[in-house]
């Protein structure tokens, strides 16, 4: 253990005993010790008590916390500050511009304990508005928390993609053929690096241009005289690109667009795929798979799970697409945390070619969205009874709600509000932190309630932000087919939440999923882009992809679940 290390767990317990309100006295002493430390040329693992307290600013408790640490490499002070602590609680020690005391009033105040709600707050104006913030220090932690988030080494799919796409527009400039690879293109929740390969004769030329970009790094070491590896500056993401010589861009393409074991699998033929596209360097990707005997899979699932066997029963042609959906049924207005009005949204959606659109506001447990009070369910449904008079018969707003899972599992509303609406997305936002048990219990209980129609974002997962509970998927998947829930892909690339794994599973049992944008903006439907992507990763066909019924077909839906309860 080093210097630095020891040092960095002192500051880091006096940051959280100052967080969470520890005494004043013992803060200090933690700090003092820290800052003298960190000038000390003593290696501190070989120091005893009586030297480590004769150093400046070093008193007996602290000396004994130090030798706890060289002894056992950590600090049950620490131990127990950390515990107490949410993760997203302590990310914001990262961010510039605010301390402990700014911390715990956003986490104590405020209830802010996700990074990704300080950033919503921070949007909305919320944060100025905090004595002792103002309009600075909240643009402050907006430039600092994007800064972050393009630093964890991880992008999100959206970000990932937008970072794609600006270097695909530079690179087909340059070069003759140019194609988005790797886990960008396979359409990965989480992406780690971001991959092309460019068509070139000249590798030595291509990788002068490459450097040319004064927003480009290479990483000499990383690199090979074929693969250009390096940053994008302002983004910890790697950044690969592979170069191939005209007659071997198909090979290469393909090799890096699929996982290993996906190129292992071996066809009629007896070649396994890699064999044969190396065999065959200039044939596409469906050449590659008619020589090799196998049908062909689109590079999202190509991902060496069950595709073949997913093969046997579908075709590609089979994968639901933008061009299926045919409504969006969960979103937000004005009437709870949305930022367009409802008419807004709804006309949107219309402009957009869609059939319907589901209005889907919170539940009055969630007072800080502003969840509907009954009256002004009532309110909303005027305006939508008045909305849809206008419209016509080709479009429609249909009358849903996101209610609140409670604690025990029970919905926000009583049944007679419940029966107002055409459908119920049930969602989980509060008491978050659950054990396995009691979240799939909670889900089932809610599950079962018959005025539930679909299961929104069911484990709550913010990704590369929060972990989301942990829940026994077969059994939650089960109860929905048991039921017949529909189970949301939450298309934020927030969320993505059923995870694509477990598409295939719902599907088997019978389970349809809706690909729902969650949209708090006119702008937000658009990431239901995210959500056929992954949805497509999973497997998920047109016909059992809930918002690809037609308004006629929905309709007939919703009145016949309604006629069951
Ligand atoms: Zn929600
Ligand atoms: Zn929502």
């Known amino acids: 253990m080093s210097n630095t290390e020891i040092i960095d767990i002192l500051e880091l317990t006096a940051k959280l005993m100052e967080l969470h309100d520890g005494d004043a006295f013992k803060i200090k002493s933690f700090q003092t010790a820290a800052f003298n430390l960190d000038k000390t040329s003593e290696d501190l693992t070989k120091l005893s008590f009586p030297e480590l307290i004769k150093l400046p600013g070093v008193g007996k408790a602290v000396a004994g916390k130090v030798l706890q640490i060289v002894e056992t490499g950590r600090l049950q002070d620490l131990d127990d500050l950390l515990a107490q602590t949410p993760e997203g609680v302590l990310q914001m020690f990262r961010i510039k511009g605010i301390g402990a005391k700014k911390i715990r009033m956003l986490w104590r105040e405020l209830g802010i304990d996700t990074i990704r709600d300080l950033r919503l707050a921070c949007e909305s104006g919320e944060i100025a508005r905090i004595k002792g913030f103002g309009e600075k220090t909240q643009q402050a932690i907006l430039d600092s928390l994007v800064f972050l988030e393009n630093q964890t080494g991880k992008l999100r799919m959206d970000k990932a993609e937008a970072l794609a796409n600006m270097l695909l527009d530079v690179f087909e400039k340059e070069f003759s053929r140019v194609e988005i690879t790797g886990q960008v293109r396979q359409k990965a929740e989480e992406v780690e690096t971001v991959q092309f390969v460019i068509s070139t004769a000249n590798p030595v030329a291509a990788f002068a241009f490459l450097n040319s970009l004064s927003y480009l790094e290479q990483n000499v070491i990383e690199s090979t005289p074929f693969v250009w590896r390096g940053q994008a500056s302002g983004y910890e993401v790697m950044l690969e690109i592979v170069t191939a010589a005209p007659g071997q861009f198909e090979s290469q393409l393909f090799i890096h667009s699929a996982a290993e074991k996906h190129l292992a699998t071996t066809g009629s033929t007896g070649w396994t795929l890699l064999q044969t596209s190396m065999a065959f360097p200039a044939e596409a990707e469906e050449a590659v798979y008619q020589r090799a005997g196998l049908p062909y899979v689109v590079p999202e699932m190509r991902e060496g ?57 919170h539940s009055q447990t969630a007072s800080y969205a502003h969840g509907l009070e009954p009256y002004r369910i009532r309110q909303q449904h005027e305006e939508i009874d008045r909305l849809n008079e206008q419209f016509g018969g080709s479009f429609r707003i249909l009358k849903g709600i996101e209610s609140d899972i409670l604690g025990d599992g029970s919905l926000d509303y009583d049944d007679e509000i419940l029966a107002s609406f055409d459908y119920v997305v049930a969602s989980v936002h509060s008491n978050l932190s659950m054990t396995s048990e009691k979240a799939t219990a909670r889900l089932i209980s809610a599950i079962q309630n018959p005025y539930t129609t679909i299961l929104g974002h069911p484990t709550g997962r913010l990704l590369l932000a929060r972990a989301g509970y942990p829940i026994d998927y077969k059994a939650v998947i089960d109860a929905c087919a048991e039921r017949g829930v529909v189970i949301e892909i939450n298309a934020s690339p927030w969320r993505l939440d059923i995870d694509w794994r477990w598409i295939q599973y719902a599907i088997s049992k019978g389970v349809m999923l809706s690909i729902n944008p969650d949209a708090h903006e006119m702008a937000g439907f658009h990431d239901m882009h995210y959500g056929v992507g992954v949805a497509r990763k999973g497997g998920l066909t047109k016909n059992m992809t809930f918002n690809a019924l037609t308004l006629k077909e929905m309709e007939t839906y919703l009145q016949s679940r309604r006629q069951r309860i």
């Open 305 to 361: 799970n069950h595709e073949f066997v997913w093969s046997q029963n579908h075709s590609p042609n089979d994968l639901v697409t933008w061009d299926a959906l045919r409504g969006i049924l969960h979103n937000h207005s004005t009437y709870s945390d949305g930022k367009h009005s409802l008419e807004q949204m709804a006309t949107y959606c219309r402009e957009l070619g869609f059939q319907y659109f589901g209005i889907a506001d």
